[in-house]
């Protein structure tokens, strides 16, 4: 069965440099969210999109953005990168609305960022 | 808020032994509450959740959880553990919010199986 796919899996940049990370949802779904997890932290949610529109936002600094295409495919954009910038980030995926309570989410491996 | 704890960092059991990794919720309304497990350098994969009916949910890969209301608990067991199935447990509550839904994670535990 098709996953979530993320690209690219690694990434290094350099402080104040810019990374773009990308998203591919399960076909079908339409729902998109984006998680941060820290050396040794718990995931934390950044931000979810629904039909192409903004639906949730968690704690993602204003360096970030994001967006859905109309693929349903997601990207992050990330400027003026800082070293505690580094993380997993993960890109989960789901079908439906939010009272779609069967709906669990769907997660990719993750892209690594690791900035210097 | 909704969120979930998870009182143990670590937990060690022999391979053929029952293991137990704990939950707790703190959750306004009905809990939406749901187990994953990390891989050295892999995805978060889903266990298996509580959204309504019985209190005892069966997963993936031979795992269950508990669901107790009174105890506001949702700990995930396994009759015999493997030591595959050393890795990171996170336990996870939804919370919804406009359109979609968010997952707020524990802080995680490390599970060791050992021979």
């Known amino acids: 069965a098709a996953g979530v796919i993320q690209s690219p899996r690694h990434l290094i940049k350099e402080k104040r440099e810019t990374a773009t990370l990308k998203c591919y949802p399960i076909p079908r779904h339409d729902t998109v969210y984006w998680y941060q997890q820290g050396p040794g932290q718990d995931p934390q949610f950044l931000i979810s999109f629904y039909e192409k529109m903004q639906s949730d936002k968690g704690s993602i600094p204003d360096r970030f953005s994001a967006q859905q295409f109309s693929d349903y495919h997601s990207e992050l954009n990330m400027s003026s990168l800082e070293l505690g910038d580094s993380a997993l980030y993960f890109c989960?995926?789901?079908?439906?609305?939010?009272?779609?309570?069967?709906?669990?989410?769907?997660f990719g491996p993750g892209t690594r960022l690791t900035v210097l | 808020a909704q969120s979930v704890a998870q009182p143990e960092d670590q937990v060690k059991v022999a391979e053929g032994n029952p293991l137990t990794v704990k939950c707790t919720y703190s959750?306004?309304?009905?809990?939406?509450l749901f187990w994953y497990v990390q891989y050295p350098n892999r995805g978060l994969q889903f266990l298996l959740k509580?959204?309504?009916?019985?209190?005892l949910v069966k997963g993936s890969y031979g795992f269950e959880a508990e669901f107790n209301k009174s105890q506001t608990s949702f700990h995930l067991k396994k009759p015999s553990a493997l030591v595959s199935d050393s890795a990171l447990y996170f336990c996870?509550?939804?919370?919804?919010?406009?359109?979609?839904?968010?997952?707020?994670f524990g802080t995680g535990t490390r599970l060791q199986v050992t021979l």
């Open positions: 989960a995926s789901s079908s439906g609305l939010a009272g779609g309570m069967n709906n669990e989410q769907f």
């Open positions: 959750v306004s309304g009905n809990p939406y």
């Open positions: 509580y959204i309504t009916g019985d209190n």
């Open positions: 996870a509550v939804r919370s919804f919010a406009g359109t979609a839904s968010k997952l707020t």
